[in-house]
């Protein structure tokens, strides 16, 4: 099992910024990858970015250019640095960690944060 714990989320005006922040504790590979997703009001979870154990970032096409997503292997943490926000933006956002321990895949979720972006 590994846990997740978000922080960071909050209410922002457009062209703003926030940062979030995930921790994870448990059964946490060398080899993973965490990242972030986020769920608006009527639609499904769509990814935002990811970024594997050894550095490697992927983003969604809208955020590109304005989110920078980071880690630290040592810490087990994952950083989501969002600037230019847009009310578009507005979700739950989720920490996710997926990785393999004792040959199971393990795809964990954090409990989500409220990212409002509205002037």
């Known amino acids: 099992q590994v846990q997740l714990w978000e922080s960071g989320g909050g209410l922002v005006q457009p062209g703003g910024s926030l940062r979030l922040s995930c921790l994870a504790s448990?059964?946490?590979?060398?080899?993973?990858?965490m990242g972030w997703y986020r769920q608006a009001p009527g639609k499904q979870r769509e990814l935002v970015a990811t970024i594997t154990s050894g550095g490697t970032a992927d983003y969604a096409d809208s955020v590109k250019g304005r989110f920078t997503i980071s880690r630290e292997n040592a810490k087990n943490s994952v950083w989501l640095q969002m600037n230019s926000l847009k009310p578009e933006d507005t979700a739950v956002y989720y920490c996710?960690?997926?990785?393999?321990?004792?040959?199971?895949?393990?795809?964990?979720w954090g409990q989500g944060t409220q990212v409002t972006v509205s002037s």
């Open positions: 996710n960690y997926n990785g393999i321990w004792m040959l199971r895949r393990i795809d964990s």
């Open positions: 448990g059964s946490i590979s060398s080899n993973n990858v």
